[in-house]
C-alpha cells in the first residue's frame, strides 16, 4: 500500500468515533421535583439511568422543576422540550398531564390511574402518562388492620393528607371504608407545607387520636422525619406507607419498597427514549408489598407487637 493510501485510511479510521459520537442522539428529560430542586447528578433516578448509559453532558440533558409553582413550572417544561417527562404523581404532574399531550410522562408514584382520569385502562394508557401505583384497594385498609394488631383499642387514626394532591379524593374514599368496616373513626389532618404538621397534631391531640396514618403522598414523604418525631414525643404509634420511613422511627410500615417502582421508572424512561409507546407500557400496581416493624420504637412507646404480627414482618428493626 503506498503512503499515501496507508494516510488516507488511517485518518478515516481515527476520524469514525469522533463522526459516532457526534451524531449520538442526544436527550432531553424533564424531572419534577416536591418542594424543590436538589442537585441533579444526586438523584437517584440520574444515577440510575447513567448505569444503562444515559450520562448528562454526553448523551443526555436534565430540566428540573419544582412544584412549589406549578404554572411556572408548567411553562418551563414546554419551553424545554424534553423528550419525556419523569415524577411522582404530585400536583405538578397531574396538572401536566393535563396541559401537555404530546410528550410522554412516567410516573414513579401515583395513585390510581383510572380512578383519578389519568387513564381509562391501566393496562393499555389512554392518555400520555404511565407509570407506577403505589395503592390498590386492599392497600389501605390492611394498614389499619395492622394498627388495630398493634393498638388493640384504636378508636381513631389521623390522617395525615395533601388537599392539592389528585390521589387525595381517592386515598380518603380507601381509608374511610376500610375504617368504618373495623369500627375505627378517621380524623382528617390536612398538610399544604411543614408548617402545618404541629398544628395538625395538636388537633389530633385534641380529638385523642390514637395512631397516625399518613397518605403514600411525596410531599409526606419529604416530612416524614418531622412528622415521625411528633409522632415520637407524643408516644403516639405510626404507620407509613413506605418500609423505608421506619428507619426514621415509624413503628411499623406496609406498602411497595420504593426502590421498586425507581428501577420500573427508569425501565419505562429508557424504553420510551428507545421508541416505545405510552400506551404499550401499562400502569403497573405494587408487585410486592413489604411489612416492617420497628422493635425499638415499639419499646419506646409502650407497645407489644404482637409474635404473629412480628412473624410475618419482611423487615424488623431492634
Not at 394488631?149 to 380507601?174: A, C, F, H, I, Y
Not at 408516644?235 to 419498597?257: E, F, H, R, T
Request: aromatic fraction near 4%.
Amino acid at each position: 500500500m503506498r503512503r499515501r493510501e496507508f494516510i488516507a485510511l488511517a485518518a478515516g479510521v481515527a476520524a469514525c468515533p469522533f463522526s459516532a459520537r457526534a451524531q449520538q442522539k442526544q436527550y432531553k428529560v424533564g424531572l419534577m421535583m416536591i418542594g424543590g430542586i436538589p442537585p441533579i447528578r444526586d438523584l437517584e433516578i440520574v444515577k440510575e439511568l447513567a448505569k444503562r448509559g444515559y450520562v448528562e453532558g454526553r448523551n443526555i440533558t436534565y430540566v428540573a422543576v419544582s412544584d412549589d409553582n406549578v404554572d411556572q413550572a408548567i411553562r418551563t417544561l414546554v419551553a424545554a422540550k424534553p423528550d419525556i417527562v419523569v415524577g411522582a404523581g404530585s400536583a405538578l404532574a397531574y396538572a401536566f398531564a393535563a396541559a401537555v399531550h404530546d410528550i410522554p410522562i412516567v410516573l414513579t408514584a401515583t395513585a390510581d390511574p383510572v380512578a383519578t382520569g389519568l387513564s381509562a385502562s391501566m393496562s393499555r394508557p389512554t392518555g400520555n402518562s404511565t407509570g407506577f401505583t403505589i395503592s390498590s384497594t386492599s392497600i389501605v385498609a390492611k394498614r389499619l388492620e395492622i394498627l388495630r394488631d398493634l393498638v388493640p383499642n384504636l378508636r381513631k387514626v389521623g390522617r395525615l393528607w395533601v388537599p392539592t394532591s389528585p390521589m387525595g379524593g381517592e386515598l380518603g374514599q380507601q381509608a374511610q371504608m376500610a375504617a368504618s368496616s373495623l369500627g375505627i373513626e378517621v380524623v382528617s389532618l390536612p398538610l399544604k407545607t411543614s408548617a402545618d404538621i404541629e398544628p395538625a397534631f395538636v388537633i389530633a391531640d385534641q380529638q385523642h387520636v390514637g395512631a397516625m396514618m399518613p397518605d403514600p403522598d411525596p410531599l409526606n414523604v419529604q416530612f416524614g422525619s418531622v412528622i415521625t418525631d411528633e409522632c415520637l414525643v407524643r408516644d403516639m404509634p405510626l404507620m407509613d406507607a413506605w418500609p423505608s420511613q421506619i428507619q426514621n422511627g415509624a413503628l411499623a410500615a406496609y406498602g411497595p419498597p420504593s426502590v421498586e417502582n425507581l428501577s420500573g421508572a427508569v425501565s419505562y424512561v429508557d424504553r420510551i427514549l428507545k421508541g416505545a409507546k405510552v400506551a404499550d407500557l401499562p400502569f403497573v400496581e405494587p408487585a410486592e408489598l413489604k411489612l416492617a416493624i420497628n422493635l425499638k420504637t415499639a419499646r419506646s412507646i409502650g407497645v407489644t407487637v404482637p409474635a404473629n404480627l412480628l412473624a410475618l414482618a419482611d423487615n424488623v428493626v431492634e
